[in-house]
Every structure is written in structure tokens, then in C-alpha cells.
């Protein structure tokens, strides 16, 4: 079926039906909806704003996706994340679907061909970040372009409560007006209810359909387990593994030394992953335990999102995560397939404890975190109001020589600056750039030895005399044939004489993003930098308690969490599973005497007198008590205590 996207008017209701599931079959392969897909999709296409909330593995995506191959014109989605935004372009266009995306990697030419694209119609989903809602050029683009209705996923970033909190999602509150009365679909899998009003607050929704499925998976079973020696019982529970799984840990280091520490043991189906690693390894890593039946990737929070594999057996984490969403949204990665799966939880007191210590040292005071800034723009000699262009690396340990905090507390205090989009801080390996600040003829009149250096670098990396060039030293100087480490001095030196820009990728860097603004700093930042401090120990408590405690089922914590109230045990967590030893430990015939001793009674009313056991137990433990003398039967239903047991 080449696909034709309808004006829906002129279509009746059994049409629409009919072109929904064929739909679905023809791009998808899905004979039906899942839960709460249909109602959210038939919400989307009578125009109303809607909310859905799906836990991770839920089918969210489609719930977007299908309407816009519907509607006429071009869905526009908001999403967080570029690697996010690719994954799912790429598989659209797997699915034969027109999708495309715009961030700044492409160049103009390139957005102006899916500009025009979707000006005629042709795409029907269009991916943006939430930052490029107030490009100028892409507003200018969208007035002739007939947008069918704006998908905010990950919806949740609006939040000022969560981690996730991204102050551009504010942006699109202001954007809305500019398409008109287009109707907006926001989704997500993590929200409380205090986010929930949040989201429709903040996306302007207005009448919003709210759809929440519960977030009950029923196929995980949730197993907490105190225990000292991890080691051991990681190996112990991957010798008779055969699935594929996830252990998470919580640095880089740990990743590496528990899968070498698995290796030596003859445990050879694991790898490592996290994001230290570069990205071609990465994403062989990745591809191969995505395809595999068997493989288990031990990884840091750094693995997971938009990760789309079935048959996750297992989620084990090696240590509690930061929050109950992030941990809800880690385990949700297995089972997504509705098979029955686990998600292992290690943990002991002493970690516990070091994991509030860890956090509590993250917290600058405020006079600290002001240092930190200042030192930035002092460095960098950024005055007031200032906003320069370039890309400056930065030493750590130079903010660290100059402040005298700790490295996690500058770490965090760089990370919040990118968060709210102050600064782009990158401490990730990524390559290394470069731009010539002298011309041709400059050149020539430079000491030779600069000259000649300066010769290879314009006749090896292309482009350098008139932008700035990504490039490696290592594949330069094998070109050269120098040694890396000799390349890298010789720019710098090149640097520091004004005639080059080199960032060097093994280092972090740091790019401005807002103009300097102290008062800002010092004042609205500041309070947002404490409160976020605040909700990150508040979520760590809960988190804590969530793992410690004994008397409630795993499951339900959870969603009581999420504001299901009412939630039923989910009778297979390891709370669970210990309340059912406890109540098989317990003296069934006991309590069934006790009953009976106040007054005759029949099956019914024992059991819901013991509604901890089940019906057939109960029954079946009657027969032995009436065998053994020690209860005797009024009539044919009812039964009592037979007070002459004792004297016989
Ligand atoms: P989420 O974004 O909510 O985490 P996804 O949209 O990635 O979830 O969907 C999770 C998985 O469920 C995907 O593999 C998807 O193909 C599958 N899925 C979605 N809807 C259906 C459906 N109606 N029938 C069968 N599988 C579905």
C-alpha cells in the first residue's frame, strides 16, 4: 500500500477505523492496539490536547507516529535528545515511514531540502530539540508548512522537580501559538501527580485527555537483596544464565572491573559499556548485545535510553539508582516483550550509607558555587553582558587549584550550567578541533619551523585556513608520521603564540551559551541550584527506604509512588514472596482452632477470618483437623471446635 494521508472529514467513522488498523498492520505488522494506544490515538485525531502516560516499554511512540501517517500535514515532535531523535528517525525510515529531523549537525542545504519536504506534504513527522522552537528560520519555514499536531515526548523535562528538569521545554508554551490551534499530544513514562499538573500547566493543555495506564508490569518480578559480597553473587546468578541482561553499575571503573572479574571467572557472555568508551566501540558494543540471545552488558547509566530490544530477561542493579524514577525506568528495560523477567536489586548498609556521604560532598555552599562560576568567566575574561563565540578547554584542575572545592562539586556545578543551558560542557572524549588564525601571507614571515608545521596541517586537514576542522592527532600524525603526543605540543605552542584555535578532544571543553549575567547567577540560579540539591536528597531518602524496607511489596511502593493508590500486591517480590514463606510458616491449623474456638463457622468465613492463606489450604487443613479428632462438624457445611478433644 503506498501510503496517501487523508483529510479526515471526508472520510466516515467506519473508514477511519478500518484505515487505523490497516495502518498499523501495513507499517508496523501489529494486528491491535495495546491498552490505552487506540483511545490516546482517537484523541489525537479529533483534535484534542492529550497527556499519556505509559510505563517505559509501553508503546508511546506509536501512539504519535500513527496518526501522523493519518492526519494531513507534518507531525512536529519535540524530543530531548539528538541520539534519541536519531534512533527514531532511523526507524521510521526502517518501517518505510517519512521522517525526518533538523539539528545543527546539518547543514543549510540540507534543511531546506526537509523544510521543502514538508512544505509539500511529504513528511509527516518532523523532529526538533526543544531549543530550536525559537530559531528564527525555522519559524520562518514553518508558516507554510501545514503541521498536523506537536508531540512533546519525555514530557516530564518540563518539570522543575525531576533530574531531567531541560528550562528549553519552557519554550514551547510560547511556541504553541505560532501553528495555530494545533493540538498537542505530551507523553511520558515518569511522572508523579505534582508533574503530572505540571506538564498541562506548563504545555498550555488545555481539557487535556489524560490517559494513564497503571504502571503495574506485571512480568517483572522485583527481587531486593541484602547481601555484603556482590562479587560472588553476580557470578552465582550469571553461571546459570542464558539471557540477555543488564547490570548497572555506578561508575566507569566498577563496569570495567566487575566484567574483568566475570572474564577470569569463565563467565565470558558479558561486556562493558559506558561513556567513556568512543563511539565506534560503543556502538559495536551495543549492536552486538542488542542482537544477541545471551549477552549481558555490565554499564553505567550511560545505556539505555531509546534502546528498543524484546528480550530482556534481567535488569540487575548493582547498587540502588539515584531515584525511584530512574531505578523504575532502569528495570523497566527488561521484559518488554511481557515475558516473565527479573530485576535484581543489591545492596547493603554500608553503601548505603556511602552513597550520603558521596551526595553531601557533591553540595557547594553558595559561596563555593559562586566561586566556581567566577572562575569561569574570570578565566576566560568574560566581562559582564559578555558572550563570546569560541570553545575554550578547560583544566579541572585549575578550577580546582583556584577554588579549593572538590572535583564532584565543581563536576555538579558544570553540570547544572549545562542543564540550564549556560554553558555546553563537554567532558567526554570526542575529537579534537582546529582553525588557522593566520592568512597565507602571514605565514610565510613566521620563524620556519612554525611555517613548516603550519604547511602539513593546511596540505593534511582540509579546510583549516577558513573554519574550524574536527580532526584526530592520532590519524595527523600518523599521516606525518610523528607521534601524537609531539602534535599536541606543537599546537599548543601554535595556540598560545595567537596563531591557532585548538581544542583538544581528550579534554573538557566549555562553550558559552547566554550572555553573563551575574545577578542572574547569583540570585535565580542560585535557588534553583539548591533546590535541585534538595529534591535530589529528598529522591535518594525515598529511594532508600524503597530499598531497605521489608513489610511492603516492591511493586506497589512503586506505584503508589506514581500516585496509583489502591495498588494490589504484586504477590511474586521478593517482599512478596518472603510474606508467603512467612504465612506458610505459620501455624495454619492454629489459627483455625482460634477461629473455631469463638465460634462454629463454615469455609467461607474462615477464609475471609484468614484471608493470608488461600481457600484450598484452608480446606485442605480442615480434613487433617478433623481427622485428627481435634474439630468435628455440626452439619454437612459448618464447623467447630471439638471441646472433648481434650478429654479424649
Ligand atoms: P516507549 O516509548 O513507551 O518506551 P516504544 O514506543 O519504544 O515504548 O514501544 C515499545 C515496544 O513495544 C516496541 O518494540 C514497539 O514496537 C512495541 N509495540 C508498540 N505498540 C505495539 C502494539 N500495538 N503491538 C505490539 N507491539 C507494540
Known amino acids: 500500500m503506498k501510503f496517501v494521508s487523508v483529510n479526515l472529514r471526508v472520510i466516515s467513522s467506519q473508514n477511519f477505523e478500518q484505515l487505523k488498523y490497516q495502518t498499523l498492520k501495513h507499517f508496523w505488522g501489529f494486528e491491535n492496539f495495546r491498552d490505552a494506544q487506540e483511545e490516546i490515538i482517537n484523541a489525537v485525531i479529533s483534535g484534542q490536547d492529550a497527556l499519556a502516560l505509559l510505563p517505559t516499554g509501553g508503546g508511546k511512540s506509536l501512539c504519535y507516529q500513527l496518526p501522523a501517517l493519518i492526519l494531513e500535514g507534518t507531525c512536529l515532535v519535540v524530543s530531548p535528545l539528538l541520539a534519541l531523535i536519531k534512533d527514531q528517525v532511523f526507524q521510521m525510515k526502517n518501517l518505510g515511514i517519512e521522517a525526518e529531523y533538523l539539528s545543527s549537525e546539518l547543514d543549510d542545504f540540507d534543511a531546506e531540502v526537509i523544510f521543502n519536504r514538508c512544505k509539500d506534504g511529504l513528511t509527516k513527522l518532523l523532529y526538533v530539540s526543544p531549543e530550536r522552537l525559537t530559531n528564527q528560520l525555522f519559524l520562518k519555514n514553518l508558516e507554510e508548512i501545514q503541521v498536523s499536531f506537536l508531540a512533546v515526548d519525555e514530557a516530564h523535562c518540563i518539570s522543575e522537580w525531576g533530574q531531567d528538569f531541560r528550562p528549553s521545554y519552557q519554550n514551547i508554551k510560547k511556541f504553541r501559538p505560532f501553528i495555530g490551534k494545533i493540538p498537542c499530544l505530551a507523553l511520558t513514562a515518569t511522572a508523579t501527580p505534582k508533574v503530572l499538573q505540571e506538564i498541562q500547566l506548563k504545555l498550555d493543555l488545555k481539557n487535556a485527555f489524560v490517559f494513564q495506564k497503571s504502571f503495574r508490569r506485571s512480568n517483572l518480578n522485583i527481587i531486593s537483596d541484602k547481601i555484603s559480597d556482590k562479587y560472588e553473587r553476580v557470578l552465582n546468578l550469571l553461571k546459570y544464565n542464558r539471557s540477555s541482561g ?147 578547554q578547560l583544566h579541572i584542575q585549575k578550577v580546582q587549584n583556584f577554588t579549593k572545592a572538590s572535583l564532584a562539586k565543581i563536576r555538579n556545578v558544570l553540570n547544572f550550567l549545562h542543564h540550564q543551558e549556560i554553558i555546553y560542557y563537554n567532558s567526554q572524549n570526542s575529537l579534537s578541533s582546529l582553525e588557522l588564525k593566520v592568512s597565507p601571507e602571514q605565514i610565510e614571515l613566521l620563524p ?79 535557588n534553583l541550584f539548591a533546590q535541585i540539591q534538595k529534591n535530589k536528597i529528598q529522591k535518594w531518602e525515598e529511594m532508600k527506604f524503597f530499598v531497605k524496607d521489608t513489610d511492603f511489596c516492591k511493586m506497589k511502593m512503586i506505584l503508589s509512588y506514581f500516585g496509583e493508590k489502591n495498588a494490589k500486591n504484586c504477590g511474586h517480590c521478593s517482599v512478596c514472596q518472603q510474606q508467603k514463606e512467612s504465612v506458610f510458616g505459620r501455624d495454619i491449623s492454629a489459627d483455625i482452632l482460634n477461629v473455631l474456638k469463638t465460634a462454629p463457622a463454615n469455609v467461607e468465613e474462615i477464609s475471609i477470618k484468614l484471608n493470608y492463606f488461600s481457600k484450598e489450604n484452608i480446606l485442605e487443613n480442615l480434613i487433617h483437623l478433623l481427622d485428627s479428632g481435634k474439630v468435628k462438624m455440626l452439619n454437612f457445611r459448618t464447623y467447630a471446635f471439638n471441646d472433648d478433644y481434650k478429654a479424649l
Open 246 to 392: 543488564i547490570i548497572y553499575v555506578r561508575t566507569r571503573k566498577e563496569a570495567e572491573e566487575l566484567t574483568h572479574f566475570l572474564h577470569r571467572n569463565q563467565i565470558k557472555n558479558v561486556d562493558f559499556f559506558h561513556a567513556g568508551i568512543p563511539v565506534k566501540e560503543k556502538n559495536a558494543k551495543q549492536n552486538n548485545w542488542v542482537k544477541s540471545q545471551n549477552q549481558v552488558l555490565i554499564s553505567t547509566n550511560a545505556f539505555g535510553m531509546g534502546i528498543d530490544k524484546e528480550n530482556v530477561r534481567f535488569v540487575l542493579h548493582f547498587s540502588p539508582a539515584a531515584s525511584i524514577e530512574n531505578y523504575y525506568q532502569e528495570i523497566g528495560r527488561a521484559g518488554r516483550d511481557g515475558a516473565e523477567s527479573y530485576a535484581f536489586l543489591l545492596w547493603n548498609e554500608q553503601e548505603l550509607k556511602n552513597f550520603d556521604q558521596i551526595l553531601i560532598n557533591q553540595i557547594p555552599s553558595k559561596a563555593e558555587f559562586q566561586k566556581i562560576v567566577t572562575y569561569l568567566y574570570s578565566t576566560f575574561q568574560i566581562a559582564e553582558n559578555d558572550l563570546p563565540e569560541n570553545v575554550f
Open 448 to 526: 620556519k619551523k612554525d611555517a613548516y608545521f603550519i604547511e602539513l596541517l593546511l596540505r593534511n586537514l582540509t579546510g583549516i585556513a577558513t573554519h574550524k576542522v574536527l580532526f584526530s592527532e592520532k590519524s595527523f600524525s600518523t599521516k606525518i608520521g610523528s607521534d601524537p603526543q609531539l602534535v599536541k605540543e606543537r599546537l599548543l605552542e601554535l595556540q598560545k603564540s595567537g596563531h591557532l584555535n585548538y581544542i583538544d578532544g581528550a579534554q573538557s571543553s566549555v562553550r558559552f551559551l547566554q550572555h553573563r549575567d551575574q545577578r542572574a547567577i547569583e540570585g535565580k540560579y542560585w
